[in-house]
């Protein structure tokens, strides 16, 4: 499956910015999909994550309450719905997608990957 993500942008603190992840190829609601984060001078962390069947999600504590992370079969999308946006936010975003649900949390779980859209966030 190939993956395309889109929606990133600068805004402002407290704004909304809606992510996309796009999958060709493949049925995306066959594959667990995951959002990570990598900001400058950070390591990539995980920010949250739908199983298959768009069934559960899980989600980083930084961004519990804030960001929704859901499935759209219509389009074959994963949508990353981020609300009160804090300038610790700013980060590229990635998505993912695995049909492992080793260790959901993990990069190392996730073997498909698309590349990353920027959000940038001032204060």
């Known amino acids: 499956v190939q993956l395309q993500a889109s929606g990133g942008g600068s805004v402002q603190s407290g704004d909304s910015l809606r992510l996309s992840c796009a999958a060709s190829g493949r049925t995306f609601s066959e594959y667990a999909v995951a959002w990570f984060r990598q900001a400058p001078g950070r390591e990539r962390e995980f920010v949250a994550t739908?199983?298959?069947?768009?069934?559960?999600?899980y989600y980083a504590d930084a961004v519990k309450g804030r960001f929704t992370i859901s499935g759209d079969n219509a389009t074959n999308t994963v949508i990353l719905q981020m609300n009160s946006l804090k300038p610790e936010d700013t980060a590229v975003y990635y998505c993912?997608?695995?049909?492992?649900?080793?260790?959901?949390?993990?990069?190392?779980?996730?073997?498909?990957w698309g590349r990353g859209t920027q959000v940038t966030v001032s204060s």
């Open positions: 739908i199983t298959w069947g768009w069934v559960d999600t």
């Open positions: 993912a997608a695995t049909t492992v649900w080793g260790q959901p949390l993990a990069e190392r779980n996730y073997r498909y």
